[in-house]
């Protein structure tokens, strides 16, 4: 599936059309995942606006780090590489536990500065609860590498933001945009 702009236009219109009515009937181009993590989002009391937050604290963070030790540190060292290829694309990457708190971020400068603004940053919780289709929820639900590209977001402020979810031994890591 190609994801053109005309997509992503009908797709918003979609996730417009579902968060004002909850109706699925006449919904139509959206993938099943998506159309499942907005119902979810909505049960959850989600708004297409919200930006749901909960964030750990520091001490917290680093005993979940020093739980997994050794694949963070390969994971670090992967996600280093990979930006180094990257760097100045407008990307970040993002390393997060089975449960979906962020350990690791890494990125340009001002998609970083962006993510603060959103409060995605490390130790913010973007797990199975989140009302926000956030790329990690969609992993951690599907247990399926996950890829999500704008307006399938169940929040506006995700609809400048694409990326990919990729599972390794049940850990979830995203990079956008």
């Known amino acids: 599936m190609v994801f053109t ?15 004002r009515t909850g109706m699925t009937d006449e919904i139509t181009g959206v993938r099943p995942e998506i159309l499942d993590g907005w119902k979810r989002a909505k049960e959850m009391g989600g708004k297409i606006t919200d930006h749901y937050e909960m964030i750990i604290g520091a001490n917290e963070l ?7 030790q050794d694949l ?16 100045g694309e407008g990307i970040y990457i993002t390393y997060a536990d089975r449960e979906g708190y962020i350990l690791k971020n890494m990125g340009d400068e ?8 959103y409060q995605a ?6 797990g199975k609860e ?23 977001h169940s929040a506006e402020v995700n609809d400048d933001w694409a990326g990919t979810v990729l599972d390794m031994a049940g850990y979830s890591r995203q990079g956008c945009p």
């Open 62 to 68: 680093r005993m979940r780090i020093a739980r997994q």
């Open 72 to 87: 963070y540190d390969i994971v670090v060292r992967y996600m280093q590489k990979l930006y180094s290829f990257l760097k």
């Open 110 to 117: 001002n998609i970083m500065e962006t993510k603060h603004v």
């Open 121 to 126: 940053r490390e130790g913010s919780y973007r």
């Open 130 to 152: 989140n009302p926000s289709l956030a790329l990690m929820q969609g992993c951690l639900i599907t247990g399926t590498p996950f890829t999500i590209y704008s307006t399938e």
């Open 5 to 19: 702009k005309e997509m992503r236009d009908h797709i918003g219109r979609m996730r417009e059309q579902f968060f």
